[in-house]
């Protein structure tokens, strides 16, 4: 799997869908960043239309290498029930035939709390966990799949993390997995070029 993050900045054609689709073997998915657009705005409650030409831009050619989307808040978003509610219950279920699921990254600290993970627990969205220096990170599980993103590499480390640390992850992922959950496990932002071997280190390990 990997996590797109030009679709967060630009919309893309179907025909690149589709060719990203044909290009990459069965069992591979795609996660896709879902477009600034709609999660950058004053007014979550508004993003309707933004949210049904994001989905309506031709991802459904990737068919079953369709991942998760994930929704990204900004740093700036401070938790609020009667907003976030309404941005959850714009996020559909499915588009053109094709089963969605849902991601959701917020980067505040005010969401860590209960009336959140109920509305995230109730939508069936999965609250991102963020292993981050800069951003809170949010362990609670509510929806059928994990989706972690781990962004704390450090460039002169081989593998970006520590071996003991892939470790722990590794068991953490193996825990989410035992549940009968879907697990994405993305090694992203932090020193980039240690990504590669960070994803490998981790997958060995699995």
Do not use: M
Not at 4 to 33: C, D, H, I, M
Not at 64 to 74: N, R, V
Not at 90 to 107: F, N, V
Not at 111 to 126: E, I, K, N, Y
Request: proline share 6%; net charge neutral.
């Amino acid at each position: 799997s990997i996590e797109v993050n030009g679709t967060f900045y630009s919309t893309q054609s179907p025909a690149t869908f589709a060719k990203w689709r044909k290009v990459v073997p069965e069992g591979f998915v795609f996660a896709l960043k879902a477009s600034r657009f709609c999660t950058q705005r004053k007014d979550l409650s508004q993003a309707g239309e933004s949210i049904a030409r994001f989905l309506g831009q031709g991802l459904v050619e990737l068919g079953d290498a369709l991942g998760p989307i994930l929704w990204q808040f900004p740093t700036t978003r401070k938790f609020d029930p009667a907003q976030i509610a309404a941005f959850l219950s714009l996020l559909p279920s499915t588009q053109d035939g094709i089963a969605l699921r849902h991601a959701i990254e917020p980067r505040h600290a005010s969401f860590d709390d209960p009336a959140f993970f109920d509305l995230a627990r109730g939508a069936g969205v999965a609250v991102v966990l963020a292993d981050s220096p800069k951003y809170p990170s949010f362990s609670e599980q509510t929806a059928s799949f994990t989706y972690a993103r781990l962004q704390d590499a450090q460039e002169e480390l081989a593998t970006g993390y520590e071996p003991s640390d892939l470790d722990k992850w590794a068991d953490r992922a193996r825990c989410w997995a035992s549940d009968g959950r879907d697990t994405f496990v993305f090694f992203i932002n932090g020193a980039k070029i240690r990504a590669p071997a960070a994803a490998q280190a981790f997958i060995a390990r699995l």
